[in-house]
């Protein structure tokens, strides 16, 4: 029996190009232009659950950020790689990353907590929280 981790990975993995072509930047870019005012140039981003890199990666990395993207889904990160090479991205499901395991100035989640168990938000965040800096 397939698990539901299990089929939206392979969702997004069949639906990898489609999704992609349809994403825009403009819903999100208030919330990103509050974010980069925030940040020094280089400073580093982790976005969970970031798909193929477009819009909000390719937004990021045009403002200066560093960003590390990371997604379950073999084929968005191979997309995100061709779409973004200036960042890094790495196939990792966001439930399995550990305490600690990112420094970054800010992490960003755009359409991808929600796919997640609810009761794993809690810890979830917990470890998010663990990336950044204090006040982050």
Same mark, same amino acid.
């Given at each position: 029996?397939?698990? /539901?981790?299990?089929? $939206? /990975?392979?969702?997004? +993995?069949?639906?990898?190009? !489609?999704?992609?072509?349809?994403? %825009? ?8 232009? #509050?974010?980069? =005012? %925030?940040?020094? $140039?280089?400073? %580093?981003?982790? +976005? ?5 890199? $477009?819009?909000? =990666?390719?937004?990021?990395?045009? %403002?200066?950020? !560093? ?22 991205? !790495?196939? #990792? =499901?966001?439930?399995?990353? /550990? =305490? ?7 992490? $960003? ?5 929600? &796919?997640? @168990?609810?009761?794993? &938000?809690? +810890?979830?965040?917990? !470890? ?5 800096? @204090?006040?982050?």
């Amino acid at each position: 029996m397939i698990t /539901k981790t299990e089929l $939206v /990975k392979s969702g997004y +993995d069949e639906a990898a190009q !489609r999704y992609a072509s349809q994403r %825009r930047v403009f819903e999100y870019v208030s919330y990103l232009t #509050k974010l980069v =005012d %925030r940040l020094s $140039v280089g400073s %580093r981003i982790l +976005d969970i659950g970031c798909g193929s890199g $477009v819009p909000i =990666d390719q937004f990021l990395v045009s %403002r200066g950020l !560093r960003v590390t993207g990371i997604d379950f889904s073999p084929n968005q990160i191979a997309l995100a790689k061709q779409n973004v090479p200036r960042a890094e991205f !790495r196939v #990792k =499901d966001m439930l399995e990353i /550990k =305490d600690g395991q990112f420094k970054v100035a800010a992490v $960003v989640s755009f359409y991808a907590i929600f &796919h997640t @168990p609810r009761e794993c &938000h809690k +810890d979830l965040f917990a !470890r998010m929280n663990s990336f950044l800096p @204090p006040g982050g």
